[in-house]
């Protein structure tokens, strides 16, 4: 009996440490059980369900040209500019943006209408650019998917349960950590900067999404610190880091290819 509990935890070490990687953004290992390529692959089929059940897809290639070059302005600069990120506006009225794994970028019709510059979408696009390359929902599945794992083999039915659940809610976006959201904010933030944006594209975006607090929004309100929070730890990292209000803002851009062209 104990030599097959040895043997059950020297199994269960050797599939974390076959699970570490080094993260691209911190350097550090940590334990993520999907390789870039798995998680490409899932993005990819998490995509079409989105696409099919969330929204669609909007059919305006000119909105959807000036997403992707909005997008791969922030590709270009982030830590893992050879993923092959996909930006994407979907149609649907809520607030909303999220990433799949693998580099899938969503941002809804109901966002961008509330939205006013590049900046702004940029600073939306950067965020979720940073989950990407900080690895959030890899390492957040990998973890649930151990957690889950050991809950089954306790007999329990919670544990698939609860992994299918967590599935769904990535889908969402829901189950970022706290931690996660500040890094996806801060790293977001360089990113914006290093694209040639204003700074302030984020501080006016985090103000917008406040306003917006009595609307159900999917990710970036859903575990949050409040947004004032938020506001304030952005705005000390814009003094540390000695970033300054320049850089494009592009109103009338964003206004010409997607206020108008969504009607508003
Ligand atoms: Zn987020």
Redesign the pocket.
């Known amino acids: 009996m104990r030599k097959w509990r040895l043997l059950l935890i020297v199994s269960g070490l050797g599939i974390i440490f076959a699970g570490c990687q080094v993260n691209p953004v911190t350097g550090e290992n940590e334990f993520n059980l999907y390789s870039v390529e798995q998680q490409k692959q899932m993005g990819s089929d998490y995509s079409k369900q989105v696409e099919k059940e969330l929204g669609q897809s909007v059919k305006d290639p000119q909105l959807q040209n000036y997403m992707d070059t909005v997008g791969q302005r922030i590709a270009r600069v982030c830590h893992t500019p050879s993923e092959g990120f996909i930006y994407k506006a979907i149609d649907h009225k809520s607030v909303n943006a999220f990433a799949l794994p693998g580099g899938y970028i969503y941002i809804t019709t109901g966002l961008l209408k509330v939205l006013n510059s590049e900046a702004q979408l940029a600073a939306i696009l950067a965020?979720?650019t940073a989950?990407v390359t900080c690895r959030h929902s890899a390492v957040t599945m990998s973890r649930d998917l151990v957690i889950g794992a050991g809950l089954s083999v306790l007999g329990s039915e919670a544990g698939a349960a609860a992994r299918v659940a967590n599935i769904v809610a990535q889908l969402e976006?829901m189950s970022?950590s706290r931690e996660?959201?500040r890094q996806?904010?801060q790293v977001g933030l360089d990113y914006l900067v290093k694209a040639g944006y204003t700074a302030y594209g984020m501080i006016e975006t985090m103000e917008i999404l406040q306003n917006q607090n009595g609307t159900r929004t999917i990710?970036?309100f859903s575990t949050h610190p409040n947004p004032e929070n938020r506001i304030g730890y952005l705005q000390e990292r814009i003094y540390t880091q000695g970033y300054r209000g320049e850089g494009k803002t592009g109103q009338s851009e964003y206004s010409a290819n997607v206020l108008n062209r969504l009607g508003k």
Do not use: S, T, V
Request: aromatic share 18%; net charge negative.
């Open positions: 965020h979720e989950h976006g970022y996660h959201e996806a904010d990710e970036f």
